[in-house]
């Protein structure tokens, strides 16, 4: 017995064969309409049933037949109208083929706009043109897939039957978009760096592996956007962002997706301050533009983004938070020790500062509701950052966080290349520095000015601006296992 899905199918199939027998293309090449569905809206605010005949397309939405008298509800990426269709009007023929329309099918249609007695914004169709015939039914529940999995892998119907997921999108694209120009104010320069690497760095990461046939030598889908950009600062631009994309072949979670989004930039002759000073005033920009204020709701707190943020010393904050001072336990073995006493689950191959990280994510992170920098880490922590100018156990760098989630990071940039070479030896643990952390130790030598880099996941801003509590809601087609 033929499925419902497939009985669907077939009758459509059968339309779309009355259609070709009309000497109709069901799917012609091309449709112009005069305006969108938001730009109709606004034409008779101003206009009212004087104004003249249009033509819109989209999506059939809904289909309601009464007689002689018809009425669909179109949508387009702007919005949504009710279209009328009268015999009387139309015809016979023409409203004949009325009936080879089905819910889904997108068309172009012009009429004139007039108000029904129940005060609705509606199209009177005085004609109409078949512009793709659809074969499959859209999911029943207008209000979006009930099936979480199906929304991901089939996201373009979780964006026909679902409005709410398709703002989220536009959120995202509108937040880029802020990003960049408030970037481009500030005097940054665009640029593009390679995806391909001979070597993956700029970051502590499992990184994807390919092969480059021609030149038959295995190169890396980059972790991080930080060594080339840097070296960009070293050829004298003294400030330059990019937004690209990043990969790490690590495990996935509400808060991680294998490939994500990220910008960096850097500014030459700034430090920790002068970055910390750019995010805050950057997000605060970045939700004014967007969402209109500065203000924003998340887990059913309101957080205020204006500045200036809080700011807490990581030393101290840990102290509060867990009574463990890192300065006491300057050995990985001791400060094992100490997290084993604790009742922690302690991986015995991790470093002293992968430990102190777990401590941060376990007792810290939670307790950050409001903006607030994180500053000055372990120089075990981060093999890239400047040692803080008082105490050369610590680092310039500060880590930005709302409502707990980790945003930003960011430091006053290593210059010095004996230090850097030193540091990416203990990272090697005694084996030969790779050849592309050699290659950024000569840039360094021919000296690179004092500089503050960032890194934001934007991803995760889009979470925290949207309200969302998974990253694969803010991200068009999240990474799945693939079905069998």
């Not at 970045?286 to 887990?299: F, H, L």
């Not at 050995?331 to 470093?351: C, F, H, Q, T, Y």
């Not at 540091?423 to 000569?442: C, K, T």
Request: a negative charge; aromatic letters at 8%.
């Amino acid at each position: 017995m033929a499925s419902r899905l497939e009985r669907i199918t077939e009758q459509r199939l059968d339309s779309l064969s009355r259609i070709r027998a009309r000497g109709i293309d069901p799917y012609p090449q091309g449709y112009h309409p005069s305006h969108t569905i938001r730009e109709a809206r606004v034409l008779f605010e101003r206009q009212g049933e004087n104004a003249q005949d249009i033509s819109l397309a989209g999506r059939i939405m809904s289909k309601r037949s009464m007689g002689k008298m018809s009425f669909l509800d179109l949508r387009d990426s702007s919005g949504k109208i009710q279209l009328s269709f009268r015999y009387n009007l139309l015809g016979q023929e023409r409203y004949e083929f009325l009936q080879e329309i089905d819910i889904g099918d997108i068309i172009g249609v012009e009429g004139r706009l007039f108000r029904t007695k129940a005060g609705e914004l509606t199209l009177e169709v005085s004609d109409f043109a078949m512009l793709c015939k659809t074969l499959r039914p859209l999911p029943e529940k207008w209000h979006g897939l009930a099936d979480v999995e199906k929304r991901y892998r089939q996201r373009y119907l979780d964006l026909i039957s679902n409005e709410e997921s398709k703002k989220i999108f536009i959120l995202r694209s509108k937040i880029i978009t802020a990003m960049r120009s408030f970037l481009d104010k500030q005097g940054f320069m665009e640029v593009e760096t390679p995806v391909l690497q001979p070597q993956a760095g700029g970051a502590v990461a499992r990184p994807f592996i390919t092969h480059h046939h021609a030149l038959d030598e295995d190169l890396y889908l980059r972790i991080a956007l930080e060594l080339p950009l840097k070296k960009l600062i070293v050829g004298g631009f003294d400030r330059v962002y990019e937004i690209g994309r990043v990969f790490r072949n690590e495990g996935i979670s509400v808060q991680h997706n294998p490939e994500f989004t990220m910008l960096e930039c850097y500014q030459a002759y700034a430090d920790y301050n002068d970055i910390m000073n750019l995010v805050e005033e950057m997000i605060s920009y970045i939700a004014g533009e967007v969402m209109g204020d500065t203000k924003i709701t998340w887990r059913g707190k309101t957080i205020d983004l204006t500045p200036p943020w809080q700011r807490l010393y990581l030393r101290e904050a840990i102290k509060e938070y867990c009574g463990i001072d890192f300065e006491d336990y300057s050995d990985v073995a001791s400060l094992r020790s100490r997290m084993i006493e604790m009742g922690l689950e302690v991986d015995p191959d991790k470093g002293r500062g992968k430990l102190i990280n777990e401590l941060i994510s376990i007792f810290v992170e939670p307790k950050l509701t409001l903006p607030t920098f994180l500053l000055d880490y372990p120089v075990e922590v981060c093999s890239l950052a400047k040692r803080k100018r008082d105490n050369a156990r610590l680092v310039e760098k500060f880590e930005a966080y709302i409502n707990g989630i980790e945003i930003a990071n960011a430091y006053t940039e290593l210059n010095d290349p004996m230090d850097q070479r030193e540091r990416f030896q203990q990272v090697a643990m005694g084996e030969e520095i790779e050849s592309g952390d050699e290659d950024f130790i000569q840039a360094l030598e021919y000296g690179m000015p004092p500089t503050g880099g960032l890194g934001i996941g934007i991803d995760r801003l889009v979470m925290i601006f949207t309200g969302q509590q998974s990253i694969r809601e803010v991200i068009l087609f999240p990474q799945l296992k693939t079905k069998e």
